[in-house]
Nanobody, 115 residues
Framework: QVQLVESGGGLVQAGGSLRLSCAASGITFSIATMGWYRQAPGEQREWVASITSDDNTNYADSMKGRFTIARDNAKNTVYLQMNSLKPEDTAVYYC?????????WGQGTQVTVSS
């Protein structure tokens, strides 16, 4: 059974930082492409960042320079370091894993940025 469990969300003031973690089990983590998505109230889920099995990273334009995605294959964990947070970053953040054609989602973690 595949599980992706996010943690690290919370309430932070604008300009602050948070680090999200996503612990994976039930997949061969080292060969999976991992990503972070977010969904604000009333909005569609949007892609934030992704990292391939060979550590190639990509970011949505609005996150470049502020967010960093990283992975630790020994811990089966992917991270999202978020700096210079803005109120518009408020959303539920979801971890996504892709192994071949199979896609898996975590349950999400709430990030709230106050102004």
């Amino acid at each position: 059974q595949v599980q992706l469990v996010e943690s690290g969300g919370g309430l932070v003031q604008a300009g602050g930082s948070l680090r999200l973690s996503c612990a994976a089990s039930g997949i061969t983590f080292s060969i999976a492409t991992m990503g972070w998505y977010r969904q604000a109230p009333g909005e569609q889920r949007e892609w934030v960042a992704s990292i391939t099995s060979d550590d190639n990273t990509n970011y949505a334009d609005s996150m470049k320079g502020r967010f960093t995605i990283a992975r630790d294959n020994a811990k089966n964990t992917v991270y999202l370091q978020m700096n210079s947070l803005k109120p518009e970053d408020t959303a539920v953040y979801y971890c996504r894993g892709r192994q071949g054609l199979r896609i898996y989602w975590g349950q999400g973690t709430q990030v709230t940025v106050s102004s």
